[in-house]
């Protein structure tokens, strides 16, 4: 009970402000848990449900420690392994278990924990306080220390050889035009980074190019509209019966382009199409056991290519 009331104590202690911006982390990190076991779902590969369900253990005591008065994150989520799998070799002692009930349920609690969160989030992060740009603050920051660090940092840049040209192009067939002026800034970059050898950020931002496409294309009123739209999307993370397209794995959005006829061509690099953003984090990235190495920017590169090949041979709302 001295326990209970001290985190209840600490808690409440947390600045309003504060308690938001963690409770933003924990709904990131548990959708990044749950397009894991997703994804480990369709491919048959159950060896990390141990770790996976120690996870989301944590998660759903962050989420009960951070708000600790609502029904269901203060106390109302089922710890995993939950009733269900722990009778297994119990009251089935004979029955063995099917390898994809843990993920399976696993995959449903995490889908309570994040349904629940996003009723107290609301739609968007934009309660947290938004960021100062760093030039300002670089500019504001004048001590010798923070000055011999740009310091080293520009001798650093003045020593990079002189790069190859890129491919640059113009995203022409996208819609909205921030979104465009971003597509066509991170693919140069994405060039520069891998003629210079940094292959895992290559691929961070040839994943993010290729996010930006297929989500403007998926979203054109003549795809939604496509007899075979429904069953390509059928695994799609919904909120309130809408497509949730900020949750929607870079692996999924690449499946579901395929299947509605785009990557002609590049239906073979598909599988190998793994979304490497999350391991920016290093935990995860260890978690994962993937980093990702030549082969895969090279991959994710040329997936860029091909998708914007036919998409910019599309009609502006039509298929390609």
């Known amino acids: 009970m001295a326990t209970r009331k001290a985190l209840l104590a600490a808690s409440r202690a ?26 480990d779902l369709r491919l048959q590969r159950f060896g990390a449900d141990d770790v996976q369900m120690d996870m989301y253990n944590d998660l759903a005591n962050d989420a009960a420690f951070l708000l600790p008065d609502h029904p269901v994150l203060g106390g109302g989520l089922v710890l995993m392994p939950d009733a269900v799998l722990q009778s297994y070799g119990t009251i089935f002692p004979i ?36 960021l100062r740009p760093a030039a300002e603050v670089l500019a504001e920051a004048q001590t010798s220390e923070t000055r011999e660090i740009r310091q080293a940092l520009d001798a650093l840049l ?13 995203f022409n067939f996208v819609g909205d035009p921030k979104i465009r002026a971003v597509l066509v800034a991170d693919y ?36 939604t509209a496509h007899s075979k739209y429904a069953e390509a999307t059928e695994n799609f993370p919904t909120t309130d019966g809408a497509v949730n397209w900020s949750r929607v794995s870079l692996t ?6 395929s299947q509605l006829g785009v990557l002609g061509a590049g239906r073979k690099l598909v599988e190998g199409a793994r979304d490497f953003r999350d391991t920016v984090h290093p ?5 994962l056991g993937a980093r990702a190495g030549r082969e895969e920017a090279e991959l994710l590169l040329a997936l860029v290519r091909l998708i914007y090949r036919d998409l910019s041979s599309a009609e502006p709302d039509g298929p390609p």
């Open 188 to 223: 140069v970059e994405a060039q520069r980074a891998f003629a210079s050898g940094a292959f895992k950020a290559a691929a961070i931002l040839a994943g993010g190019v290729i996010e930006g496409m297929l989500l403007d294309y998926l979203r054109r009123p003549s795809i």
């Open 95 to 130: 029955q063995s278990m099917a390898n994809y009930l843990p993920a399976r349920r696993l995959e449903s609690r995490l889908s309570r924990l994040l349904d629940s969160l996003e009723m107290v989030l609301g739609e968007a992060a934009t309660d947290a306080p938004p």
């Open 252 to 257: 999924n959005l690449i499946r579901a382009a």
């Open 14 to 39: 947390l600045p309003p402000e504060r308690r938001i911006e963690l409770a933003y982390d924990v709904l990131s990190r548990a959708r990044r848990l749950r397009d894991e076991v997703r994804e």
């Open 158 to 170: 003045r020593q990079q050889p002189e790069l190859p040209p890129v491919d640059a192009r113009d």
């Open 283 to 287: 935990t995860a990235e260890v978690r």
